[in-house]
């Protein structure tokens, strides 16, 4: 039995427009020290993947399937119980490290009340446990600014200290929402090394959200690509970039910066925008923006198709030449 096994995961919001699936049929596993990533557009389906995973959906939306951490079944787990799963087994680095700090708390106090909820330190030893942690994520004199304020930092700082508090309690597992979003490259990768270090340190199993597929390609060892809810194609990151086999995971790929693109050149883009829930087809979300769908694309959900071990991708035209663009 895997650490955490989601199986047939749906999430549905109680909207205006009716009920809509967020999320749809989503499985997947994790193992302790294993790293998976789940790659997508904005509104594709990742953050309410990491809420569900976390306790934390909005009070619309409706769960339905198994998520499972060590044979416990977090799926209508009463709230008190999760509070003490939550911070605790499984943490999470959210995506907007300024909203995800409380700004008239002192960050100390906050990197310390997992420790005291949790493990119930006292004052002074949840402090010291919280220097030791802000000094490992890259906080310089950390004893000192232990009182100090979330906006007396950089946005660099607040992503670490916001990195610190998900560890405190040594979670099983660590959930990064586009951790490096409002980041610049050279914070971006920092960021991300450091969070690899403390996943092989303390051997944590790794759910790295995000929408640049380079950041997925050298950080996870395990991909899900997901669009309009569903994952349209998955396996291990070496198998999917090696061959990208549904039109949404080329279309990325075709949109991304070219080292060495000529001035002036136009990047590739996928037509048109990622639809409302409530506008997606009965069939493969992607086929309202997909240059190679038929008419069958709108009307029949695509099953997985295999491709290599463990890779497959859910496409009814896998047989069929990719045109000249990405999409």
């Not at 909207?15 to 904005?42: K, M, P, Y």
């Not at 009965?282 to 997985?304: E, I, Q, W």
């Amino acid at each position: 039995m895997a650490m955490l096994e989601v199986q047939e995961l749906n999430v549905f919001l109680h909207t205006r427009r009716g009920a809509v699936r967020a999320v749809r049929d989503l499985s997947f596993s994790l193992e302790r020290g294993q790293t998976l990533g789940l790659i997508g557009e904005s509104g594709c389906g990742k953050s309410i993947t990491a809420l569900a995973l976390m306790g934390l959906l909005p009070d619309n939306a409706q769960v339905t399937g198994r998520i499972k951490l060590d044979g416990k079944e977090l799926v209508g787990l009463a709230e008190p119980s999760l509070c003490r799963i939550r911070g605790d087994r499984i943490a999470m680095v959210f995506q907007e490290p300024m909203t995800a700090l409380n700004p008239v708390h002192s960050i100390g106090d906050q990197v310390a009340e997992p420790l005291r909820l949790h493990q119930r330190l006292t004052r002074a030893a949840a402090k010291a446990q919280s220097i030791a942690l802000l000094e490992r994520v890259g906080i310089a004199d950390a004893t000192r600014r232990f009182d100090a304020y979330p906006h007396q930092f950089s946005g660099g700082q607040r992503q670490r200290i916001t990195i610190a508090m998900a560890l405190a309690c040594g979670p099983d597992l660590l959930i990064a929402d586009e951790p490096t979003t409002a980041l610049d490259v050279t914070l971006q990768k920092q960021i991300l090394q450091l969070i690899q270090e403390l996943v092989q340190e303390r051997n944590m199993a790794l759910l790295l959200i995000s929408h640049d597929l380079g950041v997925v390609a050298q950080n996870v060892a395990r991909m899900l690509v997901m669009y309009g809810g569903s994952v349209v194609e998955s396996g291990a990151t070496s198998q999917v970039f090696a061959h990208m086999a549904h039109p949404y995971t080329r279309g990325l790929m075709g949109a991304r910066p070219r080292l060495g693109a000529l001035p002036g050149t136009r990047l590739a883009t996928i037509p048109g925008s990622v639809p409302e829930l409530a506008d997606l087809p009965p069939g493969c979300p992607f086929a309202g923006r997909c240059t190679m769908a038929v008419d069958a694309c709108s009307a029949v959900p695509p099953p997985p198709v295999p491709l290599d071990a463990g890779h497959q991708a859910r496409c009814l035209r896998l047989d069929q030449s990719p045109p000249d663009s990405a999409t």
